[in-house]
């Protein structure tokens, strides 16, 4: 246990430079017989072949002469066995070859001396193996050990464990006790090597690369070496002359260089066959190589040197003059050796990099083998057997500590060398034995002794490693609450502020959850916001962080609201900010008061375009009036809510207007007095073009009154329907606000007289054309016709009949109002208006309203009483020209059509002025155009054919217009979708526009055959 902490102190005492010289024993190349700690050893149980347990020390091969890595890794582990686990060890001689291992392991009788003449099973024939003299001329005895345990239990080093049935065809190795144990890490491999000091030559003179075997394959390198005739001349020869032996190894080995295309000379060289091909100019042209031994046959690197086409002459002198020539340098050749042996080390050669081959495939790591049953008598030993790994970086930096004191002579026994070399290596790798054979109580921080697993493993998540006061184990012990660890280790930390921790062993903390703070490290639980508030995310820090929750705002009081519509909180704002929302678009905010009384009021605008981003209104919109409805001085409104800058030229458009109206309404008294006294041919042509003109106007003003419905139209569909308002007598067009102020009864009353002016003008004319009448009644030239009653009624009437939509619609838009957010009622073409009754203003327009649709009701219920006395009083001339507007052109049984048009254009006012809901909207006006549709097609109420068919077009392309609106309610269109709806929609206008203007046409050019109409019934 001792020298287990030792080796964990070891390192971290050396880099701090306060390594003590007393802390481990004196170990010299003269005498180290403790490396780490002192202490009594003791025998393992090990159980023998014929089941019963013998008392033994752990019995490790070492070779003592030859093969200096497999030495130096069986004294580590010794040292390790003995002084870490207290175990006695022995090292038995004879481990040179694998052959005397793997025999000595499988407990063969006479292995020290090469054979097996059987297997020892019991005690008895162990004694007797032991004590028997051998016959074999090295003169050992058959056996070293008189128990009947193999010699050997354990070898760090076998090459030929996979080739052992070949080997050893006599031994039954399915019963053998032998187990491999894994491998010891670092690979032996057999290369080719140049002197160091030849390959830098190469590199300063011409940076010629001596390392890499394509150099080989050219004229190149041969300028660096000796030539194979330089060393023929100075007696340089082949320890096996001629090309064929009688011995089987060497003939085998010659056997596999004519496999490989290898040519032999007459000298006994062998010649790569890139270098045979050069004929007798290989002597003084190639590069020499010198191989060692014909029994140590190296396949992979030979089938390299071949396949390559390496310029290579090689000459195999055996082991001695092998060790002669490269370790005195007195040739300047290439020459093999082996990576794992330190014969050459100090020479410090360089390995060249050969081109792999698939010919023959490279031999496998050396295996660890064992006698298994001795891995049952100890887990401490099993587990360092196991665990035992060495890289070759490693290996190398072992061998070369030895290759230095062989070369320098430090020593005067080679097991000291070995010993000596093994235990420092030790002393300063502490690190690395602790990850073979962990000790309890030498864990190293963050890591804690697992006993399953029996050594030393990392803490789990969650844990760190505390030492047991009582034992000294590292063991794992917990986080406490308000703490973790989030891979193990040293400590725990504090969970950080906004993170709490209410259970032990974590690796985590866990964040508050919204509505929950934390303002302080290694919480246990969190604090609750006050009642009403949450926050914006898990893991806040502070109470001031405390905000209203998503869908809510802060007013300024300290309580959290609902969110009005058309507005988004900001709910990551504090309950005394004031307000805590942002304003969309279509929407806008006022407020009132100021400081912690402050109001808001959210108000919803008649159109995106008013209302912008930000709570900001378009150009010219005043942003202090509700809904931005209001217009800046300089700035006019037109019907679809816009404010439009005031032109030069505004103050001409009203008086420019009205005398255009009055000229008009002459013309209109004059053409109507024309055509009664025209004949029925003209008069019927008079009556396509009056009655077309009247459906064109309906179909513009049936638009006009489309465009209040409550569906969020393009706005390409917007302007177009908010311009035809013009024949609804919308007189923003007017430009009055531009010269008046903008008030609610002024242009209330200025939409809802204009109908009353054209009927005045009309009345104006009546006297104005008598007068003319009297004058021109006695020229020769011209007469002016003389303007009745009659002939006034009947002006008034198709005034009436034209406008009956205007004025039942202005009438109403009072009452069209809508609800905003903040709960008060706007009228929704004056939106900066309340519909509030206690206004003056909105009482003064609902009084106009009154009025109006008082008048309204008057002229239908007139229009009523006379479509009623038609069919007895048609007779009388003077009723006829009265009733000329509403009766003349329908046919004789349908003369009540007339009140048809009007109930159709009083239930389309109704409609879209009265109704709400946007669905509802939609499902009366398509049943009232539909009735419309069908009963048109069903009666043919007009008295020329083309008239009937105008009429269905109109109402079909009104029909068709409402349901493409029905995809602008209450939902988003695609922007493919809102340009097919406009170019559907305006197509279908200009269609039914081209029809009526073409009947139009053709009724003031073509004659139709007149109708008898009520004067039959009369």
Not at 223 to 238: C, E, H, K
Not at 623 to 638: F, I, K, N, V, Y
Not at 723 to 737: E, K, R, W
Not at 882 to 901: E, P, T
Request: aromatic share 10%.
């Amino acid at each position: 246990m001792l020298g287990a902490l030792k080796l964990w102190l070891a390192p971290l005492l050396v880099a701090s430079g306060v390594l003590s010289s007393d802390l481990f024993p004196n170990c010299t190349f003269d005498s180290c017989p403790v490396c780490l700690s002192a202490g009594t050893k003791h025998a393992l149980y090990v159980e023998g072949p014929d089941g019963v347990t013998y008392e033994s020390f752990f019995r490790i091969a070492r070779c003592e002469d030859y093969w200096d890595s497999q030495a130096i890794v069986s004294n580590i582990i010794g040292i390790l066995v003995s002084e870490m686990l207290a175990v006695g060890i022995e090292y038995v001689p004879g481990g040179e070859t694998d052959a005397f291992v793997l025999m000595a392991m499988n407990n063969c009788e006479g292995w020290m001396n090469g054979v097996c003449s059987r297997i020892i099973n019991d005690a008895a024939d162990a004694n007797a193996a032991a004590d028997r003299p051998a016959t074999a001329p090295v003169g050992s005895p058959t056996k070293r050990f008189k128990d009947p345990l193999p010699d050997m239990h354990f070898h760090p080093e076998i090459f030929d464990w996979a080739r052992r049935e070949q080997v050893f065809p006599t031994i039954d190795w399915t019963k053998t006790q032998i187990a491999k144990i894994g491998a010891v890490g670092y690979a032996a491999k057999e290369q080719l090597y140049v002197f160091r000091e030849v390959a830098d030559e190469a590199w300063d003179r011409s940076m010629t690369i001596l390392d890499y075997w394509r150099t080989y394959a050219t004229p190149a390198a041969s300028m660096y070496f000796d030539t194979p005739s330089d060393l023929i001349s100075a007696g340089v020869a082949s320890e096996q002359l001629g090309c064929s032996s009688s011995e089987e190894l060497v003939q085998s080995g010659m056997d596999l260089h004519r496999e490989l295309w290898y040519s032999c000379t007459k000298e006994s060289w062998w010649l790569t066959p890139a270098c045979a091909a050069l004929g007798e100019k290989w002597k003084d042209e190639r590069v020499p190589v010198i191989d060692d031994d014909w029994s140590y046959v190296k396949p992979s690197l030979y089938a390299e040197m071949a396949s390559s086409g390496m310029r290579l002459a090689k000459v195999t002198v055996g082991y001695d003059l092998h060790y002669d020539l490269v370790y005195s340098f007195r040739y300047r050749a290439l020459f093999h050796w082996w990576n794992t042996d330190t014969m050459f080390m100090v020479k410090r050669p360089v390995a060249i990099n050969m081109r792999p081959t698939d010919v023959f495939h490279e031999p496998e790591p050396p295996s660890k083998l064992v006698y298994a049953p001795v891995l049952a008598a100890s887990e401490r030993l099993k587990l360092l057997l196991s665990n035992f790994h060495l890289e070759n970086d490693q290996l190398q930096g072992i061998l070369l500590a030895a290759a230095q004191a062989t070369d320098r002579g430090l020593f005067t026994k080679k097991s000291h060398m070995f010993q000596k070399v093994a235990c420092d290596w030790l002393r300063a790798n502490g690190d690395l034995v602790s990850s073979w054979l962990p000790d309890s109580r030498a864990c190293p921080p963050g890591q804690a002794f697992d006993d399953s697993f029996s050594g030393c493993l990392p803490c789990p998540p969650g844990t760190i490693s505390v030492r047991n006061r009582s034992t000294l184990v590292m063991q794992c012990d917990p986080c406490q609450l308000g703490r973790y660890s989030d891979a193990g280790g040293v400590t725990c930390s504090d969970c950080i502020i906004g993170f709490y921790q209410d259970q032990r062993g974590h690796s985590s903390c866990q964040p508050c959850p919204r509505g929950f703070f934390t303002s302080k490290k290694a919480e246990i639980a969190c604090s609750q916001c006050d009642a009403g508030l949450t926050t914006m995310y898990p893991g806040t820090t502070s109470q001031d962080q405390c905000v209203c929750p998503e869908g809510t705002h802060a007013p300024g009081d300290g309580t959290c609201k609902i969110c009005p519509e058309g507005t988004l909180c900001k709910h990551d704002m504090p309950p005394t900010d004031g307000q805590a929302f942002v304003t969309l678009r279509g929407y806008h905010t006022t407020s009132r008061g100021a400081g912690p009384l402050r109001k808001f009021d959210v108000w919803k605008c008649q159109g995106e375009d008013i209302c912008l981003d930000g709570n900001v209104c378009s150009e010219g919109h005043d942003p202090d009036s509700p809904s931005c409805s209001a217009c800046l001085p300089g700035w006019r409104r037109e019907s679809a809510g816009l404010c439009i800058k005031c032109a030069s030229f505004a103050s001409w458009l009203l008086p420019l207007t009205t005398l255009c109206t009055f000229i008009a309404t002459g013309i209109m008294h004059y053409a109507l007095l024309r055509a009664s006294l025209r004949s029925s041919v003209e008069l019927a042509e008079n009556v396509v073009v009056s009655t077309t003109a009247g459906m064109l106007v309906a179909l513009i003003q049936s638009l006009g009154v489309f465009s209040r419905l409550k569906l969020d139209w393009p706005p390409v569909l917007r302007d177009v329907f908010s311009t035809m308002n013009v024949l609804n007598l919308d007189t923003s067009y007017l430009a009055i606000g531009c010269l008046i102020e903008d008030s609610l009864p002024i242009m209330f009353f200025s939409n809802n007289v204009a109908p009353y002016v054209l009927m005045a003008w009309l009345v104006a004319w009546m006297p104005l054309f008598n007068l003319c009448h009297r004058i021109t009644s006695q020229s020769s030239w011209i007469v002016t016709p003389r303007l009745s009653m009659e002939h006034l009624i009947n002006a008034i009437g198709y005034a009436f009949m034209f406008f009956c939509i205007a004025m039942a619609s202005q009438a109403l838009s009072i009452f069209q109002c809508y609800e905003n957010p903040n709960g008060v009622y706007s009228i929704r073409w004056f939106a900066h208006h309340a519909c509030d009754s206690t206004i003056s203003s909105y009482a003064v327009s609902v009084g106009i309203a009154c009025s109006n649709l008082f008048c309204l009701t008057c002229m239908c219920s007139y229009c009523t009483y006379l479509v009623l006395r038609a069919p007895a009083s048609y007779g009388d001339k003077r009723f006829r020209v009265k009733v000329f507007f509403l009766v003349y052109k329908y046919r004789n049984s349908r003369w009540w059509f007339g009140l048809c048009h009007l109930v159709r254009s009083l239930a389309l006012a109704v409609t879209t002025m009265l109704v709400d809901s946007s669905w509802t909207q939609f499902v009366l006006l398509v049943g009232i155009l539909m009735a419309c549709l069908l009963l048109s097609i069903t009666i043919l109420p007009f008295t020329d054919l083309s008239l009937n068919v105008a009429e269905c077009l109109e109402w079909a392309v009104l029909l068709v217009v409402i349901v493409m609106g029905s995809l602008y309610i209450d939902a988003e269109a695609s922007s493919t979708l809102q340009f097919g709806v406009e170019l559907g929609i305006l197509c279908l206008f200009a269609s039914c526009v081209l029809v009526l203007l073409a009947i139009t046409s053709i009724g003031l050019r073509a004659a139709c055959v007149p109708r008898n109409v009520l004067s039959s019934r009369a």
